[in-house]
C-alpha cells in the first residue's frame, strides 16, 4: 500500500502561482509514476500532469493542453514527493487538485491509478 498526502493549496489571484506537493509513504518507492488530476464542483476528474519512474529512459513528463507552459510536474525521490508547480494561474484552474500513484494502463486515465491522495483545494480567483 502506498499513502499519499497532497498540500500547498489554497487561495490565489489570477496570474498567481502556488507549488502543490504529493507525499507518499508505505511501499514506496521510485518505480511508481506519479500523477496530478483536478476535479471541478459538477464536472469529471481530468488529468493535469504525469512523471514517469526515475529509471525510464524516455519523454519523463505529459501535459494537459490546458496548462501545457505554465506547469511543471517535478519529483524528488529522495524525499518521496512529487511537486507540481502552477503559475499564471487562471479562474478555470479552481478544483480540488488529486497525486496519484501506479498507473496500470493510459497516465492520462483516472480509472488507472492505483493510489490517491485525498485532494488539495485550488481557489484561483478573478
Known amino acids: 500500500q502506498v499513502q499519499l498526502v497532497e498540500s500547498g493549496g489554497g487561495l490565489v489571484q489570477t496570474g498567481g502561482s502556488l507549488r502543490l506537493s504529493c507525499a507518499a509513504s508505505?511501499?514506496?518507492?521510485?518505480?511508481?509514476?506519479m500523477g496530478w488530476f483536478r476535479q471541478a464542483p459538477g464536472k469529471e476528474r481530468e488529468f493535469v500532469a504525469f512523471?514517469?519512474?526515475?529509471?525510464?529512459?524516455?519523454?519523463?513528463?505529459y501535459y494537459a493542453d490546458s496548462v501545457k507552459g505554465r506547469f511543471t510536474i517535478s519529483r524528488d525521490n529522495a524525499e518521496n514527493t512529487v511537486y507540481l508547480q502552477m503559475n499564471s494561474l487562471k479562474p478555470e484552474d479552481t478544483a480540488v487538485y488529486y497525486c496519484?500513484?501506479?498507473?496500470?494502463?493510459?497516465?492520462?486515465?483516472?480509472?488507472?491509478?492505483?493510489?490517491w491522495g485525498q485532494g488539495t483545494q485550488v481557489t484561483v480567483s478573478s
Open positions: 508505505g511501499r514506496t518507492s521510485t518505480k511508481y509514476a
Open positions: 512523471v514517469t519512474t526515475i529509471n525510464y529512459s524516455g519523454r519523463s513528463t
Open positions: 496519484a500513484a501506479d498507473p496500470k494502463g493510459s497516465y492520462y486515465s483516472a480509472d488507472d491509478y492505483n493510489y
